[in-house]
T-cell receptor
Framework: DAGVTQSPTHLIKTRGQQVTLRCSPK?????VSWYQQALGQGPQFIFQ???????QRGNFPDRFSGHQFPNYSSELNVNALLLGDSALYLC??????????????FGPGTRLTVT | ELKVEQNPLFLSMQEGKNYTIYCNYS?????LYWYRQDPGKSLESLFV?????AVKQEGRLMASLDTKARLSTLHITAAVHDLSATYFC????????????FGKGTSLLVTP
């Protein structure tokens, strides 16, 4: 059973460019969340997708957008890249289970460097 | 605004010693999560604590949750080098999305 997968592993972009990151959730999971982790910090919640809609959003500007496909995979798009967008971007998939809460499984991440 | 505070942020300890990492949070959520992260790697789920008084143990790690005090602890018993990593606690938002709010992490180094 494949876990959460993300692509690409590493990416280098120039300020002002646009980037798309991809995530495939763990088998059977229907919810995908995206997090940004700056160096030396804890992950920060960007947004979450469920049933192909954005269900919840963190404190990130509109330059950050996403999409979820019918097979539950997801994309994160960032427009007009800034140097401060350099970070590890983590995708997490989850499935709510009554009485067991929601355990989120994280993918390996995409390391984005903006120059 | 939900806040999650961990202490200490850095911890160097000798093999064989015991220590506790503390996680305080400001929300009324009952769900607390502990993750481990090795350098350059993703997050590995360690424990999911869902109710007041919950205690879970795996090997040399034991986590507990006191929702009244809004405090969780991660206790390390007889540390070994393989436990060197960064440990994060996280609390979910309590609403339908269960978005996780993370602490800044505790960087643990276990030395001989």
């Amino acid at each position: 059973d494949a876990g959460v997968t993300q692509s690409p592993t590493h990416l280098i972009k120039t300020r002002g460019q646009q980037v798309t990151l991809r995530c495939s959730p763990k088998s059977g999971h229907d919810t995908v969340s995206w997090y940004q982790q700056a160096l030396g910090q804890g992950p920060q919640f960007i947004f979450q997708y469920y049933e192909e809609e954005e269900r919840q959003r963190g404190n990130f500007p509109d330059r950050f957008s996403g999409h979820q496909f019918p097979n539950y995979s997801s994309e994160l798009n960032v427009n007009a890249l800034l140097l401060g967008d350099s970070a590890l971007y983590l995708c997490a998939s989850s499935l709510y289970r009554q009485g067991l809460g929601v355990e989120q499984y994280f993918g390996p991440g995409t390391r984005l460097t903006v120059t | 605004e939900l806040k999650v505070e961990q202490n200490p942020l850095f911890l160097s300890m000798q093999e064989g010693k015991n220590y506790t990492i503390y996680c305080n949070y400001s929300t009324t959520s009952d769900r607390l999560y502990w993750y481990r992260q090795d350098p350059g790697k993703s997050l590995e789920s360690l424990f999911v604590l869902l109710s007041n008084g919950a205690v879970k143990q795996e090997g040399r790690l034991m986590a507990s949750l006191d929702t009244k005090a809004r405090l969780s602890t991660l206790h390390i018993t007889a540390a070994v080098h393989d436990l060197s990593a960064t440990y994060f606690c996280a609390v979910d938002s309590g609403d339908s999305g269960y978005a996780l709010n993370f602490g800044k992490g505790t960087s643990l180094l276990v030395t001989p």
